[in-house]
């Protein structure tokens, strides 16, 4: 089956938004906006996707959880649709040789057969939804890889690629717009060189930048508002998760690690640098507290200067005694991880809500 770009599946479901697709490549937040754009395209009643619309997660997903979904038939209506996001089909392969050799055994097996349902249950849309990363991609002259070739067979695959900084920039330009917000070609471009390419965090700036402004009296942006307002990319995803648990933001901290869990990034790990962030933040407030100034942190920390900037912003806007509450919860939350290790999105998901 041939492989089709994001916009030709725009395209096609504009016509008629019906079908079996799995969604790869590198650009995690194209496919989130396609599943949106299929899912409004089918007009499923709001009432009824409690029934219409099924959802499995990587964390609960087994074959027989799949077959389940696919048999319920829907509910006042000709389909429904099936979501499938998060699975790794390297590791799902490992029961045969490799993602380019033998599938016939082993977890991605099962997929495959759970997905031959369809023809049985033809009233179902199904999308399997694959992070960047999770699949082996290139295409070799000849012939697709192996797992892709199969999985092919009943799904039509729809390859995200990363947009180049030019087009992002363009992107950038018109979510500003969309928030009511003027930002000069030269500052949009300069956004994506500072924060990165990942469109996830991206879309997030953007929305800080224009609250940003607004709040400021402006309906434009600045380029001295970028490094004010917005985190380097090497910095974004722990940094940035640990400033909203720190500043009480419960939501948009549970919409980076929903990120960071779409993307697999192990639940120890995530704590491992939010630990490690915390820690330092609090030896920054207390060396602060201490009289201590920016060339003497960096001495004591042994920290570059850029990296003490950044966190002694967060903490001098920190109480001394919420950053140790928050410190000793986070450190509970690790032991409980480290006790019950497939819960840790869940004591993650804890922490941030008992803060």
């Not at 369809?118 to 000849?142: M, Q, S, V, W």
Request: proline share 3%.
């Amino acid at each position: 089956m041939d492989i089709i770009s994001g916009t030709e599946f725009l395209k096609r479901i504009k016509e008629n938004a019906d079908g079996n697709y799995l969604f790869y490549g590198e650009e995690d937040y194209l496919k989130a906006h396609a599943l949106k754009s299929f899912k409004d395209a089918m007009g499923l009643d709001e009432a009824l996707e409690i029934f219409n619309l099924i959802k499995i997660d990587v964390l609960d997903y087994d074959a027989e959880k799949l077959i389940d979904a696919l048999s319920m038939p829907p509910m006042m209506a000709e389909k429904k649709l099936v979501v499938v996001t998060g699975l790794n089909i390297k590791k799902m392969n490992r029961g045969g040789k490799s993602d380019d050799g033998d599938n016939s055994v082993g977890e991605l097996r099962a997929l495959i057969d759970a997905i031959n349902h369809l023809e049985e249950f033809d009233y179902n849309n199904l999308i399997i939804i694959i992070p960047a990363g999770n699949i082996t991609e290139d295409e070799p002259k000849k012939k697709l890889p192996a797992a892709l070739a199969s999985l092919s067979e009943y799904l039509t695959p729809v390859k995200f690629e990363a947009s180049t900084p030019q087009k992002l920039s363009l992107w950038v330009a018109r979510h500003f717009e969309h928030h009511g917000i003027k930002a000069r070609a030269e500052d949009c471009t300069h956004l994506v060189n500072f924060c990165g390419r990942d469109m996830f965090i991206l879309s997030g700036e953007v929305e800080k930048l224009s609250l940003y402004a607004k709040a400021q009296g402006r309906d434009y942006i600045v380029r001295e508002d970028i490094p004010l307002i917005c985190c380097a990319e090497m910095e974004y995803g722990a940094f940035e998760f640990s400033n909203a648990i720190l500043e009480g933001r419960k939501n948009d901290a549970l919409s980076i690690l929903r990120v960071m869990k779409f993307k697999q990034i192990e639940p120890l790990a995530i704590m491992g640098e939010l630990s490690g962030i915390l820690s330092d933040l609090l030896k920054i407030k207390i060396l602060l507290g201490a009289g201590k100034n920016l060339q003497q942190i960096e001495q004591e920390t042994r920290m570059n200067s850029y990296k003490v900037k950044l966190y002694v912003g967060s903490a001098r806007r920190m109480e001394l005694s919420r950053l140790q509450a928050i410190v000793l919860a986070a450190t509970e939350a690790d032991l409980a991880m480290k006790f019950q290790f497939d819960a840790g999105y869940l004591h993650l998901e804890k922490l941030i809500c008992s803060l």
